[in-house]
């Protein structure tokens, strides 16, 4: 089966898989989109190694959880990451997020992070549409795809560095 990626979909197959997500089971459409947009002219001169950009993507996750209420969560939270660290980064990962999450949590919820590759986990591979509809809102003022799905974003925020 062809992983979904969202540069190489034509706009009707991204459609027709929003359309039928939303006729899907009812805890399937039960999702919202939070995203930090970021310009990439003022981040990468920030990664000057491998150290840097791990540590970019860890604030950066935290700053997109940081835009979610978990006040009203009531049961496990499983935390699904496109697994693109090797195994010393995905636990330094883990425990800047688990540190972080810990205090927006109930005591009685856990917090169980997954680091899977996209190709095995559809809801990464939406997660990819849905990022390609947003990146070419603002890098080449498309909004085809990201119409069809805006509805769903509860928080759209445009990233800065903090210095």
Known sequence: MQELKGNNIRLAVKKYFYNHLLEAKPEAQQFEIYSAVIDKTKVLPLIKDSQNKHRLYNTI???VLDLIDFSEVNEPVILYIDRCKGSK???IFDKYIT????VKLQ???SLDIQHKIS?????LQAVDLFC???I???SDNDTSWYDCFSKKIVKEILWEPKF
């Open 61 to 63: 996750a935290k700053d």
């Open 99 to 102: 540190d972080h999450l810990g």
């Open 132 to 134: 390609y509809g947003i």
């Open 89 to 91: 980064e995905q636990r």
């Open 107 to 109: 005591f009685n919820i």
């Open 136 to 138: 070419r809102k603002y």
């Open 119 to 123: 190709h095995d986990l559809s809801g």
